[in-house]
């Protein structure tokens, strides 16, 4: 990863979206296969989205509904790994 690259998320609406923008901003690309398509109003906290430094890039985030939700694949793709949680407030990863 360099610092131009970024996955900013947001629930506008109670439909949870990441976007990816690797040239600082110019252009921004829509990350939300797999990630609930109504009525999803997740809220995560700036410290509860984490990325690996794997060669296939991971992403995490945690939500304060205690849901912790994954991409392999650099965002491409989501799927929800943990439920019924306490309230995530803090998401770390770490590679074995």
Excluded: C, N
């Excluded at 947001?10 to 990816?20: A, D, F, H, L, W």
């Excluded at 509860?48 to 304060?64: K, Q, R, V």
């Excluded at 799927?79 to 019924?84: F, K, R």
């Amino acid at each position: 990863m360099d610092g131009g690259t970024v996955w900013p998320r947001t629930s506008i609406g109670g439909k949870p979206v990441v976007y990816r923008t690797s040239d600082a901003g110019a252009t921004w690309t829509r990350q939300d296969a797999g990630l609930p398509r109504e009525q999803a109003w997740l809220t995560v906290k700036r410290q509860a989205f984490a990325a690996d430094d794997g060669s296939d890039i991971g992403l995490y985030f945690g939500t304060t509904s205690g849901e912790v939700w994954a991409s392999t694949d650099a965002g491409a793709s989501w799927s929800q790994i943990a439920a019924h949680l306490p309230h995530i407030y803090s998401v770390r990863t770490a590679i074995l």
